[in-house]
């Protein structure tokens, strides 16, 4: 059952008196207790969907047509108010860089409590209590002791960790993980994923998993939406999108992971659209090696196979 799904969703930036399309006829679901990963290169739209998810999008950007349906209400004509309460209790956020979301001049414990009387209505003893029990859920050492230290003193992996307790600690049904484990070393970023994982086996929490590394959404997600210059490329199962790839956008940003049996990597050649660039047809043609006259001109509907749905004129019956 889908807890969350988006329907044909566009949106607007506003700049220099002209309005440029950084979302197209955006479409996508996450079923409950899934982990679904959003992958694709930088500036390819995957921050912007999570941010029209909560509604915390810049003045400049205007959503111009589409739903965000999170347990059939549509988000999208709910009052700031009303948004107030789902964002973190029901909603929640992990950001790329914990260090800027967490007030470096209160401790861990205060802002920690902060959101847990906002949105569970608990004081004193039981706040303090389920402060430390979120700690120990997302394995930070001495948690009790670490309510009074302040973020400078945790390392980023823990701060990260913090972020995510304060998820937990709302309750929330979704968390959406943007780029979670951005400048964490190799191990630290195994030990995030890891976590991640366990909180959706043991919770029944949805994650929507925002991230440009193949690797780890090999590793740790259930479905996979490819994003390409605001587009939806391709989604499938994540066993079917790694074991047979589909879009010839999909199967170049895998063969850019590094292979243990080569020293040779193999880029994507050329760059990627800027969102004042305007394409009558598919926006990856200038560097796809499978081009055809027809990706010039028109953009390819989803065509749909076993277990993945793919934007591309390769797959035209």
Known sequence: MSILEIKNLNLFFHSDDK???ALHNINMQLESGEMLAVVGESGCGKSVTAMSILRLLAPNA????????????NLLKFSENEMLKIRGKEIALVPQDPMTSLNPLYTIGSQLLEVIETHQNLKGTEARNKAIDVLNLVK???AKERLNAYPHEFSGGMRQR???AMALACKSKIIIADEPTTALDVTVQAQIMELLKDIQNNTGTSFIFISHDFGLVYEAADRTCVMYAGHIVENASSFELFKNPKHPYTKALIKTLPDFNSTKLEPI???PPSIKDSFAGCPFEPRCSKRMEICKTAFPPCFTRTDSCVSCWLFKK
Not at 62 to 73: A, D, F, K, M, V
């Open 19 to 21: 309005y440029y399309q």
């Open 162 to 164: 913090v972020i995510i």
């Open 62 to 73: 205007h959503i111009t047509s589409g739903e965000i349906l999170y347990n059939g209400q």
């Open 269 to 271: 050649e050329g760059q």
């Open 140 to 142: 930070i050492p001495n």
